[in-house]
């Protein structure tokens, strides 16, 4: 559970669904407001799915990924 709260994504994707209640309260309700939800509703999935994605990865392809990214 840690590794979702303490990540920067889903910590950006938690401020975001802020603003996006914040639009929604203060601002007009046209169709630009549904689009805002839809985008908020991907980062945020996005996000949960990055995270599973990190932590599904098994040392050795962790290992790799550093690797990789170090050559570039």
Request: charged share 25%.
């Amino acid at each position: 559970m840690r590794k979702y709260i303490m990540n920067s994504a889903i910590i950006g994707a938690v401020f975001g669904g802020y603003q996006t209640l914040q639009a929604t309260r203060k601002g007009p309700h046209d169709w630009r407001l549904v689009f805002i939800w839809i985008s908020w509703i991907a980062t945020l999935a996005l996000a949960i799915g990055s995270v599973a994605d990190e932590a599904n990865d098994s040392p050795a392809e962790k290992k790799a990924k550093k690797l990789s990214d170090g050559r570039k």
